[in-house]
């Protein structure tokens, strides 16, 4: 359950003893929850004296709220018009409802605040597995509840039949073609065989294997790319990308021996879970489904009029988390088109930066090159134009700018140039000065 802590109104000046306690009892005092307390305290350093601090652990349906400043001023609205899952402190997914802000831990024991575009899975009875899906010389049964909050994973177990040991969907998936495509499923071994899936989106039948003891990928044919993520308990997500070049297609999930699809089996078995299938090129969270498709909508993160909490004519902008390898993508701006500052990410995973002044895009040169966690800061000022990227710079630039207006909205993970990943966001900072090179270095350092 969520932690709510107890305390009372807290100043600058008692940082050194540990911000949770107060932030608690004010999110608290606004019907919001509280998580991950111990993250929060160990914030320290440059980073207390931001204008405004965002380290992800308070929330209710509509808000994100930030650590600095004490009074809210800070708080960031969220909009998301549908229901969405995330991995929660106990490695489960689970629902939350809609509007109501995603910390999730998946990235790790502190929570990053999650940011996905709209997707739809495309899968009908994404965990049905025992009454709508078609069984082939298998059985199913229910499996364990250590997966997804307040489901079952299933177990599926081969007959002694010489012959494919599936299970296949009953509904066809539609495609586009040309469209790129993802489909995926959690499994957790149970003995020695091999699981795959067996689909024809390139055209012909084709096996994608996967050994779930040793979590190599067995077999992947061309025009196929393949991901494996842990989970909870053993479990592996599992995951294949192919740019669609039929219309229609029934999805299997495959025992196989070895390579072999055709074989004799001997009773052994396997636990799966959670199917999906996708439009884009990586598998977002998991939108559980029944008989019909079910379109998660994307997530949201902004605040406007906090003027006072931007620099204007000099500043610094900080983010710290993890983004999806291979996809452009805007991880916070301040602005608008007209005037703004903004740090992303491009689709060759280099760090970009951008300044616009009176409607025009003064400067955005890319540099560095992300890892699996990123800590990145830029810092302007008029002439003097600097970005680190995990303790290191990566981009200088002298162009002189002035905005025509003053700078008053934040967003986090806005798609400014249509191009937006899932985000992992676990810090947000502004600060309304430039920040020197050394604290640059000392605030980005892993």
Known sequence: MPFVGIGVGIGRQRFGGGIFAAYAARVAAD???????????????????SSLLLVPSGYKSGVVYSQIPTNGDGDLTFTRASDATRVNSDGEIEVV????????????SCPSLLLEPQRTNLQAYSNSFISNWTLGDVTTSVGESTLIDGQSTILMTENTANAVHRVVSTIVTTFTIGQTYTMSFYAKSNGSRNIGLRTGITGTSTNIIFNPNTQAVVSLPSGFTANITPANNGYYRYSITATASVSSDLLSIVLFSGTSLVYTGSGESIYISACQTEAGAYPSTYIPTTSATVTRLSDACSKTGIS???GQTEGTLYWEGRTISGVGTDLLIVGDITNSVFINIT????????????NALLLSPSGGTIAANNKIALAYKSGDIVAYLNGIEVITNSTSFTFSDLISSIEIGRPFYDSKATQFNQKSALFTTRLSNAELAELTTL
């Open 31 to 49: 019907g919001g929850v509280t998580e991950a307390g111990a993250c929060v305290n160990a914030v320290s350093g440059i980073s207390l004296n």
């Open 97 to 108: 409802g809609s509007g109501v802000p995603r910390l999730d831990y998946s990235q790790g």
């Open 308 to 310: 006072s909490l931007i």
């Open 347 to 358: 689709s060759s995973n280099q760090v970009r930066i951008g300044i616009r002044a009176n």
